[in-house]
């Protein structure tokens, strides 16, 4: 086990940590839209926690880097560079009535710190950097550059890695704080896309008019809501053939409009949502609107996502013995201007092969008519449980929390697929609530705090390899 000093920096500096990470949590960190320029590719605010980070980084000794504002690091020591790849960018906050606590005030309460970002991935980000520091002021020598690395684009693309990689050094190996404990050395291919039809005859033919579809935003989200509104129908019919999904109907100046609830979850484990156009799809056989020829292209929806998370109707499931089943998540849809759109995200096994899931896909929306556009594939990733990375990480794990553990595959991408020799570490222990894209985001303090030993432990180990 690594020096006691270092773990007494660690406690002794915890109060401090969870100062920093109050301080960034607050800073509403999504991209947007509308504050986006030349100088702040991701939006004002994003830059701010980027700003934020590395000037508190420099209170703490270690040399800082901001790259376009687009990434940054922080780095201390000297020798092989060792990367710590994290992210300050979040995922939007939602419907704010879903929120116990306002997402970016940073509330300690009852041995928690909620906010947005708090365990994906501010709360990590801090603790590591803390975990260097702590390494750093036990006295001995740094024989590797630690270097915290911050991206500012992990949750809509991964533009800012791919910006580092161009001019910067990569490092002789890496972990990355942004998934589970105890080491996640497997991460699935993620393969998002869309579906697009013209309806070319909006023509309701005298029928209950459906004008306007809209739900999701995020491939990487299960959608939580979605609203449609129909002209000349009755309300009463609607609440009927729409009971069983719980859907709310409302008559308005336009119309009548449908709010369908669901439960949002991570796109890589869509069978802990509840997808709120799934629920929708699920009806519309059952229903009388039109235009006929859109009313037959929810029923082609609906036949190829039915409830299912799998990709069975689809024609992709698969699966392996190292990363289980691949999984499905109708992410959004919307109906503009005579188009229907459908976004899809699909998260396959380690061993199977993305090239020939495409044309799968591709095929399917050739039989119904549908444009199909491949948003971005990212291969999956896969590192040996016998590398020297995966070996000291699980023993530094072990040792801290008396739990002899084995690597693991999970669903999500992390910045370990764009740099080689990397692999996931933490920060969600085994048996804690996962929270990150769901309201009331929050980390444990107890969890914040071992995590912290966790990655001193760790990095105290590769300092003395």
């Not at 800012?160 to 190996?173: G, N, Q, S, V, W």
Request: with cysteine; net charge negative.
């Amino acid at each position: 086990m690594g020096s006691s000093r270092i773990h007494e920096n660690v406690d002794r500096g915890f109060d401090d940590m969870l100062s920093v990470l109050s301080k960034i949590i607050k800073i509403p960190s999504v991209l947007d839209g509308n504050s986006i320029s030349a100088a702040h590719p991701f939006g004002l605010n994003v830059t701010e926690a980027l700003d934020t980070f590395l000037g508190e980084a420099q209170n703490l000794g270690f040399a800082v880097a901001n790259i376009d504002n687009m990434v940054g690091y922080a780095e201390i020591g000297e020798g092989p560079l060792f990367g710590i790849l994290a992210h300050l960018d979040v995922m939007p906050a939602g419907a704010l009535a879903n929120w116990r606590y306002p997402p970016f005030r940073a509330v300690v309460e009852n041995g928690r710190l909620y906010g947005r970002g708090a365990i994906d991935d501010k709360g990590p980000a801090v603790s590591a950097m803390f975990a260097v520091k702590a390494l750093a002021q036990a006295g001995t020598r740094l024989k590797r550059r630690f270097r915290v690395i911050v991206g500012l684009d992990e949750e809509s693309g991964f533009r800012c890695i791919e910006r580092y990689k161009k001019t910067e050094e990569i490092p002789a190996m890496s972990f990355s704080p942004d998934a589970d404990f105890p080491v996640v050395n497997g991460e699935k291919g993620i393969l998002p896309f869309v579906l697009e039809k013209k309806i070319s005859n909006m023509d309701a033919m005298g029928l209950p008019e459906l004008t306007d579809i809209r739900g999701g935003d995020r491939f990487n989200i299960v959608p939580d809501e979605l609203d449609v509104l129909f002209r000349r129908a009755s309300a009463g019919y609607l609440e009927r053939v729409l009971g069983p999904i719980g859907a709310q109907v409302t008559e308005t100046g336009n119309g009548v409009s449908v709010n369908v609830r669901g439960k949002s979850a991570h796109a890589m484990e869509p069978h802990r949502g509840e997808n709120a156009i799934q629920k929708f799809l699920s009806v519309v056989e059952t229903m009388d609107f039109g235009p006929p020829s859109l009313h037959v292209e929810l029923l082609k929806l609906a036949s190829l996502f039915k409830s299912e998370t799998d990709g069975m109707s689809l024609g992709v499931a698969c699966e392996d013995d190292v990363s289980g089943a691949l999984t499905c998540n109708l992410a959004a849809i919307s109906l503009d201007g005579g188009v229907l759109s459908v976004k899809c995200d699909i998260r396959y096994p380690v061993k199977k092969r993305g090239d020939a899931l495409i044309e799968m896909i591709r095929n399917t929306a050739a039989e119904i008519g549908w444009e199909l556009e491949i948003a971005r594939h990212s291969a999956p990733l896969y590192v040996e449980p016998e590398s020297e990375l995966v070996k000291v990480l699980l023993k530094s794990y072990a040792d801290i929390t008396k739990d002899p553990a084995s690597p693991k595959s999970i669903g999500g991408g992390t910045y370990c697929k764009a740099l080689p020799n990397a692999v996931s570490f933490g920060p969600l222990f085994p048996g804690d609530e996962e929270t990150a894209h769901h309201p009331n985001e929050y980390i444990s303090l107890d969890s914040l705090r071992k995590m912290t030993h966790v990655y001193a432990e760790a990095l105290s180990r590769f300092n003395s390899a």
